[in-house]
């Protein structure tokens, strides 16, 4: 066992502060990695305050890790010591279902272990990335290329496979127009892979407040949602369309806009259910869908994506000491367009 600092909420809605926990001892197939930055996910705000659910406290959030291989296992054969690397949503799953022999360790049917926030199959609590180093499956290690800095990485490794996911499944490219709904920390990646695929890219924002970032991130057009011209001036427009958006939102108007056999997937978690009349998708034999993170394959294939096309997240690199206020920043959608914390600082 290893003890390192990490930041961490002690019970469900308080402030995250400084503490020590432990790693376990690297075991035969382990990775132990220095931690260099770990991004602030939204996701990291509904767990630490309990909004999905009852949550495992004291809790480390933190599932967007970029570091450096500092000491492999004797059994490891894909790492080595000073390896460039990265962690995202889980750090284990069953690997014997059906989803994870495909290469879908995220629906894993045995249930995936989360980076934080879970249980591990040793019976201990999971820690994520707010913190020094961690210790993970090889299997579960996935290497950041050398074109890529690991400050902007980071994000990639939730916001970016979360995005690339859908729009690679669905076949975002030349020729497809594609809506992305929120330009966020997950908006502003959805963006920008999408463009590099190729596709035709609208944003669909609340305000046209962000319309030149959207437009220098790699869209093509940019509309506001609480115009209703919006609503009237693109129906029937899109093939694709990826709602970001953690806040409930109206699908109905959504789906207004899509093509026949066009998809709405939907990959922010919102806490409350939403109501949708199913004629929206009757009409036009529409798909709405959903999706969560991807695969340790497909995590490793769009950072090879982003790397060979020069994307990273566009970040606010913060202390460690500066995450509480980052959270309430992240609440009030004020971070462009995320925020990744220095390790270094805990
Ligand atoms: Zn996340
Ligand atoms: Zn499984």
Known sequence: MTTVAA?????????????????????????????????????????????WGEAIFPMVPGHEIAGVVAEVGPGVTRFQVGDRVGVGCMVDSCRECENCLRGEEQYCLNGMVGTYNAVGKDGEPTYGGYSEKIVVDENYVIRIPDGLSLDIAAPLLCAGITTYSPLSHWNAGPGKKVAIVGLGGLGHMAVKIAHAMGAEVTVLSQSLRKKDDGLKLGADHYYATSDPKTFEELAG???????????????????????????????????????????????????????????IRETQEMLDFCAEHGIGAEIELISAAEVNEAYERVLASDVRYRFVIDTATI
């Open 237 to 295: 427009t899109f093939d694709l369309i990826v709602s970001t958006v953690s806040a409930p939102m109206d699908f109905g108007a959504l789906l207004s806009l899509l093509k026949v056999d066009g998809a709405l997937v939907n990959v922010g978690a919102p806490e409350e259910p939403v109501a949708l009349n199913l004629f929206s998708v009757i009409g036009g034999r529409k798909s709405l869908a959903g999706s969560m993170i991807g695969g």
């Open 7 to 51: 930041y961490a909420a002690p019970a469900a809605k308080a402030p995250l502060e400084r503490t020590t926990i432990e790693r376990r001892a690297v075991g035969e197939y382990d990775v132990l990695i220095d931690i260099k930055f770990a991004g602030v996910c939204h996701s990291d705000i509904h767990q630490a305050r309990e909004g």
